[in-house]
């Protein structure tokens, strides 16, 4: 065999087995986000600007991951360092609950139940507070059956 033809050969191997690593190193983590470790397990926002458009009502987050985490956060306390509310933004019908500013409650688009701006009666996530910055806590659900599971 020619010594150009091999050396084209074990490069097109080489590259092919190297895709072939970063698939499979890509695949085993993506195949469940929700207890992936690869990413945060908080989903961060600058308080400051939920503060400020709390009057307006709460404010929507989609789900960077497409997981159908949505999230809704607002503040009603009367501390600049408290009183943050995160909550889902889909009710158990799986359907997304939009605001009602005419209304200022919630709605959810599939069955018309409505719930109140602060998120009475959806999924409430864990928030902390941290020099300006809230963590909310996406994945506090899947850690918790883990912990239980061992």
Not at 59 to 85: C, K, L, M, N
């Amino acid at each position: 065999m020619n010594p150009t033809v091999q050396r084209v050969a074990l490069g097109a191997s080489v590259i092919v087995l190297g895709l072939i690593g970063l698939f499979l190193l890509a695949w085993g983590p993506a195949s469940d986000r929700s207890v992936s470790n690869l990413g945060p397990d908080e989903f961060r926002v600058n308080a400051r600007t939920i503060r400020e458009a709390a009057p307006e009502g709460p404010v929507f987050f989609a789900d960077p991951i497409s997981e159908g985490r949505d999230i809704y956060v607002t503040h009603s306390g009367a501390t600049t360092t408290s009183g943050f509310t995160a909550f889902a933004a889909r009710a158990d019908s799986g359907c997304l609950v939009e605001y009602d500013r005419a209304l200022g409650d919630l709605a959810d688009t599939c069955t018309g139940v409505r719930y109140p701006s602060t998120g009475e009666g959806l999924l409430e996530y864990p928030v902390r507070y941290s020099n300006e910055r809230l963590f909310v806590d996406l994945n506090f659900q899947e850690r918790a059956l883990q912990e239980q599971s061992l």
